[in-house]
């Protein structure tokens, strides 16, 4: 059975939630110095780093529909595969690093209840540095049909902002969207014991896409 947001229209982009605070006042005055660049150069020259700037969140804030693939357990962002370390408890944790160029809207791994959304404060180094354990993350709980799952949002030295999208309590699909980390960042997923891990350090994943379990 495909997944609901399977039945979307292919090549469909729009743009994330949560974006507005960033990209409302960047595109506002994109257009505002393209329409005063006819009366005078000095609006023209400040026109040209404007609207790259204006194009450029437009990039980074889009939000493409998905075909949501088959799987236990499915990426919950794009971008690549940082390190995959076992777990004191059994569990796996495959993090996945999101640089400036991914998309940056985050999606469930798995079909469940969101049973826990807990925002930690930190600090904002790299999010490819080991001190980035120690930054502003949100750390998500799912109940699903393989027990417990965790999630971790981090920011980055760029990312400062972690919007969640769905409140504990709430029942997701798996492959919904359900936040948004803002720039580059990284997101951590708890595989539990006894699920193997198909995907490799280096390898590139796209949210609702990329299987990172293996039958």
Do not use: C
């Amino acid at each position: 059975m495909p997944h609901s947001q399977s039945s979307a229209p292919r090549g469909r982009v729009r743009l994330a939630r949560g974006a507005s605070p960033w990209l409302l006042p960047t595109v506002a005055t994109a257009a505002v110095s393209l329409a005063r660049s006819r009366q005078s150069g000095r609006w023209a020259a400040v026109a040209v780093p404007t609207t790259a700037l204006a194009a450029g969140m437009l990039w980074f804030f889009r939000d493409p529909e998905r075909e949501i693939a088959q799987g236990r357990v499915i990426s919950p962002a794009d971008g690549v595969v940082q390190s995959i370390m076992p777990w004191k408890d059994g569990r796996t944790r495959v993090a996945i690093f999101m640089s400036p160029l991914n998309v940056h809207v985050n999606r469930a791994p798995l079909a469940g209840t969101v049973t826990s959304v807990e925002h930690i404060p930190g600090g904002f180094v790299p999010a490819f540095n080991k001190e980035s354990e120690n930054n502003e993350r949100v750390v998500w709980h799912f109940d699903t049909e393989l027990g417990d799952i965790e999630m971790v949002q981090i920011a980055g030295a760029v990312a400062r902002r972690i919007v969640p999208y769905v409140p504990q309590g709430t029942k997701v699909e798996q492959g919904e969207r359900i936040g948004l980390i803002r720039f580059g960042s990284r997101v951590d997923v708890y595989l539990p014991e006894g699920v193997e891990v198909a995907v490799e350090v280096g390898q590139a994943t796209t949210a609702g896409v990329t299987r990172l379990d293996r039958d």
